[in-house]
């Protein structure tokens, strides 16, 4: 199931860099932004209301990791948030990124998921241990 969202995925995003190539003079970027988006949203809403059920169980069996679901939603590393994130969040630190970015995007903007380390240590139960 997961090769079919990664192929699907796959398609967006040449269907994207092919509306890039056509697109000077006819769709402006914003305009172009906006269709891949709406694209890639009914593309998400429709394996969405299908994958529920078995994500669930998987996840409930333990034979599906966030990993594999951040693999299986990631954006493509042309998407022009995961390219602004990677600028702005340093490669390790307390936010990270992995290579493979889910990106949630609307009209507005996006919200591009990174990890926030915490350590044992940082914890206040470890310092109150101490």
């Known amino acids: 199931m997961l090769t079919k969202i990664n192929q699907a995925r796959e398609v967006l ?6 509306l890039i190539g056509l697109a000077p003079g006819l769709l402006s970027p914003d305009e172009l932004r906006h269709r891949v988006s ?8 429709a394996l969405s209301a299908d994958l529920q059920d078995i994500l669930k ?21 042309s998407d022009p948030y995961v390219q602004f994130a990677r ?3 340093p490669v390790e630190g307390c936010v990270e990124l992995d290579d493979d970015v889910v990106v949630a995007a ?20 470890h310092a109150n241990a101490a």
């Open 38 to 45: 709406h694209a890639r949203e009914l593309l998400t809403g």
């Open 106 to 125: 609307s009209e507005d903007g996006a919200q591009v998921l990174a990890w926030y380390w915490i350590g044992v240590d940082d914890l206040p139960e």
């Open 87 to 89: 600028k702005c969040i």
């Open 13 to 18: 995003s040449q269907l994207e860099e092919s």
């Open 57 to 77: 169980d998987l996840a409930n069996t333990r034979a599906l990791t966030i990993g594999d679901c951040t693999q299986a939603l990631a954006a493509p590393a």
